[in-house]
């Protein structure tokens, strides 16, 4: 069996043997958010089943295929749709897709997914930087032996959220007129949504977003020192917030009603990040 370092090195030969383009910039679009992936020009799509070693994503509102193309004049890797814990991955195959990035070439991600709110100023169909995050899926991608090609046994997690990046999305945000708030996102296991019991246990230890993925993307990242920016989408106010039982339904119609803003501010952020890597 191939080490992970192994395995991301030819699945990212196999994907960029497909394609001319060399993208610095890498994005994972979360449930009901991936229509973004579709409006992307010159694109190669690959769908996960033909990446070596790469996990497929069983979720609905997850396509699965990575797609390389170019969003205006710059190109971007795009996930259409990841892979969660909860689905019976490992957290090192949750995080396989960041260090394909890696190796491709990319040094920095831009990560979307949808949310529950749990901070009572946020309202449906929000978009939420993330600043911080709390993990408790009880697993960490970087378990087990370090590789030290990848990077250092104890990464830092201080500035895992680059506060240059958060500071380009609110100016790029408020150029487009958009609210941006910011707050903290906690992963749980899922799949069950949580219970009203958990959202207060989870408001009170500091988190304003409660989700199921993410997390093992930026630890892994961060452990290679690709920057992150990463985007909740508020698809539903958390359990026990407001008197409706919470459906995946519902989940993937709030991401489609945001589609348009959700997109524009993608498109306005990339420029920027990439210019900010040239600097
Ligand atoms: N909880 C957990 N994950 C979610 C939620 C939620 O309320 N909404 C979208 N993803």
Redesign the pocket.
């Known amino acids: 069996m191939d080490d992970q370092f192994t395995l991301a090195e030819t699945a990212a030969q196999s994907v960029l043997q497909r394609t001319t383009l060399r993208p610095r910039i890498g994005l994972v679009l979360g449930?009901g958010l991936g229509g973004f992936a579709d409006s992307l020009t010159d694109a190669t799509r690959i769908p996960y089943a033909e990446i070596p070693a790469f996990p497929r994503s069983t979720a609905i509102g997850h396509a699965g295929q990575m797609v390389i193309g170019k969003a205006g004049a710059i190109p971007v890797a795009v996930m259409q749709g990841r892979v969660h814990l909860y689905e019976g991955y490992s957290a090192q195959q949750v995080a396989f897709p960041m260090r394909v990035f890696g190796r491709m070439g990319i040094r920095a991600v831009i990560l979307t997914n949808?949310?529950?709110g749990i901070n009572l100023s946020y309202q449906q169909g929000a978009l939420v930087l993330i600043r911080d995050h709390i993990n408790l899926q009880g697993a960490n991608p970087l378990t087990g032996p370090n590789d030290d090609r990848f990077g250092v046994r104890f990464p830092d997690m201080t500035q895992a959220y680059a506060r240059s990046y958060r500071e380009l999305a609110r100016e790029e945000a408020g150029k487009l007129g958009m609210t941006l708030h910011e707050g903290v996102y906690a992963a749980?296991l899922?799949p069950s949504?949580?219970t009203p019991a958990e959202i207060n246990y989870l408001r009170t230890i500091g988190a304003d977003l409660?989700?199921?993925s993410t997390v093992f993307e930026v630890i892994a990242a961060r452990h290679m020192g690709t920057k992150v920016l990463a985007i909740s989408c508020v698809?539903?106010m958390?359990?026990g917030i407001v008197d409706q039982p919470?459906s995946h339904q519902e989940?993937m119609e709030t991401g489609e009603r945001v589609k348009t803003s959700f997109e524009a501010l993608l498109r306005a952020m990339l420029p920027r990040v990439q210019k900010d890597m040239a600097s």
């Open positions: 449930s949808a949310a529950g749980l899922g949504y949580e409660v989700g199921m698809t539903n958390a359990a919470l989940v």
